[in-house]
């Protein structure tokens, strides 16, 4: 099981200059990680926003998210206050989802991770894999993400659907060093000075599906 504490924002325009912001060397310690695309289904669910169930890429079996607390005005560092939201993680190898209930996305995610385990908040080198030399014991991964809802089985395009776009803290370690693990990262993201987080809509993945995931993109999905 994993445990983590996130804040997220989505938006369904273009965001370039947040995307040239966190992508660049000149504001940042590191070139960002990331930047590969992946396909994920999602079992849609639009009657409850705390419980998302995944199939990753092409990994086996079939992860579980369920939230755990919401601490409100957990996080006060300007632009990205806000409630804080505490999740817990599980991968279940004998779990399927089923096919006529899912939607696909396509994901091109970018990510750097800070370092909060000591008295200074610093930045890790990530690989194109999203992998660094080292996991800290206590951190906190920085995600922007492009989305597309894509067709389950040819990965093309849903034509009448917006690209969607996503920036998200996700911290991990000790439960009880979680919420103070995200803010200090906020904390360092903000001495960076990053583009505002407006005109955006504050969701989880499951509440964002719920929300904005039609019941018309399952006929992209009951063919596979």
């Known amino acids: 099981m994993q445990v983590t504490a996130e804040l997220r924002w989505f938006w369904n325009s273009p965001q370039d200059e947040l995307k040239?912001?966190?992508?660049?060397?000149?504001?940042?310690?590191?070139?960002?990680?990331?930047?590969?695309?992946?396909?994920?289904?999602?079992?849609?669910?639009?009657?409850?926003?705390?419980?998302?169930?995944?199939?990753?890429?092409?990994?086996?079996?079939?992860?579980?998210?369920g939230l755990v607390s919401v601490t409100?005005?957990?996080?006060?560092?300007?632009?990205?206050?806000?409630?804080?939201?505490?999740?817990?993680?599980?991968?279940?190898?004998?779990?399927?989802?089923?096919?006529?209930k899912v939607v696909a996305t396509e994901k091109q995610r970018w990510m750097r991770r800070f370092d909060t385990s000591g008295e200074?908040?610093?930045?890790?080198?990530?690989?194109?894999?999203?992998?660094?030399?080292?996991?800290?014991?206590?951190?906190?991964?920085?995600?922007?993400?492009?989305?597309?809802?894509?067709?389950?089985?040819?990965?093309?395009?849903?034509?009448?659907q917006p690209d969607w776009f996503t920036l998200s803290f996700e911290a991990f370690g000790i439960f009880e060093s979680l919420p103070e693990n995200l803010c200090r990262t906020?904390?360092?993201?903000?001495?960076?000075n990053p583009p505002p987080v407006s005109n955006s809509i504050r969701a989880s993945y499951p509440k964002w599906l719920s929300q904005f995931a039609p019941e018309s993109l399952l006929l992209h999905s009951a063919s596979t």
């Open 120 to 160: 200074k908040t610093f930045e890790l080198l990530l690989d194109k894999k999203e992998r660094s030399a080292n996991v800290p014991d206590r951190g906190c991964n920085l995600e922007f993400t492009a989305i597309r809802f894509v067709d389950a089985e040819t990965h093309v395009p849903i034509e009448d």
């Open 20 to 65: 040239e912001w966190f992508c660049d060397e000149n504001v940042h310690d590191f070139p960002a990680g990331g930047g590969s695309k992946r396909v994920d289904l999602y079992f849609r669910d639009a009657t409850q926003i705390e419980l998302g169930l995944k199939h990753r890429g092409g990994r086996p079996g079939v992860e579980i998210k």
């Open 186 to 192: 906020a904390a360092e993201i903000v001495r960076r």
């Open 72 to 100: 409100a005005g957990g996080c006060t560092e300007i632009p990205f206050d806000g409630d804080i939201e505490t999740w817990s993680k599980w991968t279940a190898h004998g779990l399927f989802l089923d096919r006529s």
